[in-house]
Antibody, heavy 127, light 108 residues
């Protein structure tokens, strides 16, 4: 079945780096844009970044721009989030999510909403 | 950045009752609005996209309406599994994609 599984979370000191991974299965990974969305403890959802299916476009929230890098390896069906210069307010559960896409005669049409989510991986930034 | 304001923050209802949740945008988002459900300890689940289209597998008791700046998610008759937090999200002007602050539907 369609599945996304995040890994790589943990406890890290402020200023350090961490790389999250998201392994996909059950669908044609290379045809979908993918997102990272995070949720701080007891808080709402915050969109972090998106990468297009063909890696041609990447967009970030202002709160992470210049510190986080989204990437993907379509040969491995894996999404990544490289997080540098981590801060306490980056503490959150990080979800990877698949974009809702419709396939027509030309390029896939992305709805920029998330129709499949992983269970999340927890990142805690603390000294 | 488009700000989404959800109301009420908490809705206390009984099973079988009708739930009406509101999402208001700081500027028009046309119909580019989605709704999600999140239960404790779980990932969100897409319910509605483009204001009124139910996602795959979503029961018919969930419906969405609205356009421009005012949107509504309606649950026609609450089932026990519907007590959760609901978020709206816009894709009209981005980045960033933005979410509302959420409405908690709790058992009265």
């Amino acid at each position: 079945q369609v599945q996304l599984v995040e890994s790589g979370g943990g406890v890290v000191q402020p200023g350090r780096s961490l790389r999250l991974s998201c392994a996909a299965s059950g669908f044609t990974f290379s045809s979908y844009s993918l997102h990272w969305v995070r949720q701080a403890p007891g808080k709402g959802l915050e969109w972090v970044a998106v990468i297009s299916y063909d890696v041609s476009n990447k967009y970030y929230a202002d709160s992470v721009k210049g510190r986080f890098t989204i990437s993907r390896d379509n040969s491995k069906s894996t999404l990544y989030l490289q997080m540098n210069s981590l801060r306490a307010d980056d503490t959150a559960v990080y979800y990877c999510a698949r974009d809702r896409v419709e396939f027509g005669d030309y390029e896939p049409y992305s709805y920029y909403c998330m129709d499949v989510w992983g269970k999340g991986t927890t990142v805690t930034v603390s000294s | 950045e488009i700000v989404l304001t959800q109301s009420p923050a908490t809705l206390s209802l009984s099973p079988g009752e009708r739930a009406t949740l509101s999402c208001r945008a700081s500027q028009s988002v046309s119909t580019y609005l989605a709704w999600y459900q999140q239960k404790p300890g779980q990932a969100p689940r897409l319910l509605i996209y483009d204001a009124s289209n139910r996602a795959t597998g979503i029961p018919a008791r969930f419906s969405g309406s609205g356009s421009g700046t005012d949107f509504t998610l309606t649950i026609s008759s609450l089932e026990p599994e519907d007590f959760a937090v609901y978020y709206c999200q816009q894709r009209s002007k981005w980045p960033p994609l933005t979410f509302g602050g959420g409405t908690k539907v709790e058992i009265k």
